[in-house]
């Protein structure tokens, strides 16, 4: 199971997923202590200038031994491995104003099982459905052994 972590205000959906996967990494940091450490990685919201990419917008120092920041393509057979945190970007319910961040957890039945930090619960969608709202996905990765 992962941690379920409720976000603080509401543009902080994607520090609160944050805070979930790091949780899980055994490094407890809140989202505001992640907002206050890195704030040019939330300043910019969701995506980056193009608004279908992250990349260029996130800017985290190493922390311990946590990688973040590689993007990855996202499928129904896309495969993580034990120690890997996904964080996926869409466009919340298809609606292009509402850009929204969610933790993966895990697809079963045709189903994709997400926490939805804004009430910090797992919820899920149909993933035929919920795969036309991703703009990206975001891995986060552990080197402990």
Known sequence: MI???RQNSSHL?????????????????SQTDLVDRYPDSFSVGLVGGNGNSIEGSLRFDKISDIEIGESISFSPTTQFNYGEGVI????????????HAVRFHRVESGRIYFMEPSEGVIDSRP???????????????TNAS
């Open 13 to 29: 959906c994607f520090a609160a997923c944050l805070e979930s996967v790091l949780t899980d990494f055994c490094y407890p940091v």
């Open 127 to 141: 993933f035929s459905e919920f795969s036309s709202w991703v703009i990206a996905a975001l891995k986060v990765t």
């Open 88 to 99: 996926i970007f869409v466009r919340w319910e298809g609606d292009k104003t509402k850009k």
């Open 3 to 5: 941690s379920l972590v």
